[in-house]
């Protein structure tokens, strides 16, 4: 069973359409969560964090944490054309008294004119 | 504020020589993770360094070392290059291993 595991896509989704992207991890003592867009060819760049259950909004996009099922999600409400791009979702693992973030392989979002 | 800084952005080099990535992390920060990106793979975590101390080690083999200077500044050394190797090398830099870790640009490595 992979650490992180995302459906690897492609989504595709219809602009102004909401985007649901999904990812379940196997580490029950993971505390922080978070998801990460990376265009073609550039570096993840940070979208969002979770630490608590439950919805954080920030513009147009939603992350939600759900520990006991060991799930975690981000909506894009009105989805855009620049929107398309690699999600992935990081997850800290304990390891040896310490944090490390673990990466899923991503899911990879189209959104069509 | 500075983001993180990596350098070279791209490089390549023959099977069998070694090279050394550099990332300098957003001042104030004093964790460093360096990550191995590749199409096959996804992103790989190789280690994370804490004021100096190495905390955490991926699954890579020996030939993968890294280090941190007082200053936080950050290098990772690859010995013995294989094909295998290539890739986007990342580090991300933040405050500690439950916050948010923001990426440099990457080194491009290619092993011919």
């Known amino acids: 069973q992979k650490e992180v595991e995302q459906n690897s896509g492609p989504l595709s989704v219809p602009e102004g359409a909401i985007a649901s992207l999904n990812c379940t991890y196997s580490d029950r003592g993971s505390q922080s969560f978070f998801w990460y867009r990376q265009y073609s060819g550039k570096s993840p760049e940070l979208i969002m964090s979770i630490y608590s259950n439950g919805d954080k909004e920030d513009g147009r996009f939603t992350a939600q944490l759900n520990k006991a099922s060991q799930y975690v999600s981000l909506l894009i409400r009105d989805s855009q054309p620049s929107d398309s791009a690699t999600y992935l979702c990081a997850v800290t693992q304990v390891s040896g008294g310490y944090n490390k973030l673990i990466f899923g392989a991503g899911t990879r979002l189209a959104v069509h004119p | 504020k500075a983001g993180v800084t990596q350098t070279p952005r791209y490089l390549i080099k023959t099977r069998g020589q070694q090279v050394t990535l550099s990332c300098s992390p957003i001042?104030?920060?004093?964790?460093v993770s360096w990550y191995q990106q590749t199409p096959g793979q996804g992103l790989q975590f190789l280690f994370e360094?804490?004021?100096?101390?190495?905390?955490n080690k991926g699954n890579f083999p020996g030939r993968f070392s890294g280090r941190q200077f007082s200053n936080s500044r950050s290098e990772m050394n690859v010995s013995t290059l294989e094909l295998g190797d290539s890739a986007l090398y990342l580090c991300?830099?933040?405050?500690?291993?439950?916050?948010?870790?923001?990426f440099g640009q990457g080194t491009r490595l290619t092993v011919v």
């Open positions: 991300a830099s933040s405050t500690g291993t439950e916050t948010e870790a923001f």
């Open positions: 001042s104030g920060h004093r964790s």
């Open positions: 360094y804490f004021s100096e101390t190495q905390r």
